[in-house]
């Protein structure tokens, strides 16, 4: 990958194909949007980028706290970097906390927003959430990086572990060893920016560009009423449900994941500007 020295850090990237600029904002699985890079939909149209956040795999790690605001001004930099003034913008889960972050503080630079079940921890369904990866954060405090992983994944994916790794095996390589190096990032320093980020309907409101939101029909409860709380505030939201797959959508269906993104954008095309 390429490196950008961006906001005092360094940023690992990777630009594939040409056309309006998509940026893409993983989670914890730093690769996790490999498999819409091979999806014709979306590679043969758009100028994807992909990068990994300060703190994942060979991107600069910093010590917290690191804010979601930080991500976004990272993200808004990497931009800048690249010469790309105006984007398409796309996260998965706290990915996608880092993209509606991005849209708050420089709504300039996003054309539109794709929120693939957004991490919003702050309501009701998430203190559930917290209660059912309650195990995991336990495995994590004893130094048990790998049994936090499978934990974690298990909750949020809604599969057993041995599934939910079967499916991030053979889909992305080596990202279940990566993850597991990468839970210091993940569980010290991203996870407790998450539950300090503020986004109630007040900053829903505040986000003007068009936003489509993706769930999955086998997805967790906290997704549902995340998708319910998107509906109900951001002035200018689609719907989009991908049949068959949880919170790891892109993944396990990339196909049609990404057919419903290149629809969205090419009926918000730059062009119309």
């Not at 904002?25 to 014709?40: K, R």
């Not at 100028?47 to 001004?73: E, M, N």
């Not at 939101?213 to 689609?238: I, N």
Request: charged share 15%.
């Amino acid at each position: 990958m390429n490196i950008a020295k961006v906001n005092g850090v360094e940023l690992e990237f990777e630009v594939v194909g040409s056309g309006e600029p998509l940026l893409l904002i993983s989670p914890v699985l730093a690769d996790g949007f490999l498999p819409l890079l091979s999806e014709s939909a979306l590679a043969d149209h758009y100028q994807l980028i992909r990068y990994h956040k300060r703190g994942w795999i060979g991107s600069t790690h910093t010590p917290p706290p690191v804010s979601i605001a930080d991500h976004a001004a990272d993200a808004a930099a990497l931009l800048n970097h690249l010469g790309v003034p105006r984007a398409h913008i796309a996260g998965h889960s706290s990915g996608a906390a880092v993209a509606a972050q991005l849209a708050l503080d420089h709504p300039e630079t996003v054309h539109t927003l794709i929120l693939l079940e957004l991490a919003l921890l702050s309501l009701p369904s998430g203190e559930a959430f917290f209660q059912q990866a309650g195990p995991a954060f336990e495995a994590y405090g004893n130094g048990d990086h790998e049994s936090a992983l499978a934990i974690f994944m298990s909750v949020v994916s809604g599969l057993d572990w041995a599934t939910c790794r079967a499916v991030l095996e053979e889909r992305l390589a080596g990202s279940v060893a990566q993850a597991i190096k990468d839970a210091d990032t993940f569980f010290g320093v991203e996870l407790p920016a998450l539950t300090q980020w503020a986004f109630g309907p007040e900053h829903a409101a505040a986000i003007h560009c068009p936003v489509l939101s993706v769930l999955g029909t086998q997805t967790q409860p906290l997704w549902v009423e995340v998708a319910d709380f998107l509906r109900s505030h951001l002035p200018h939201v689609e719907d989009c449900t991908i049949d068959g797959v949880g919170h790891l959508l892109h993944i396990q269906r990339p196909e049609p994941v990404a057919r419903a993104m290149a629809e969205f954008l090419g009926s918000n095309s730059m062009a119309g500007d």
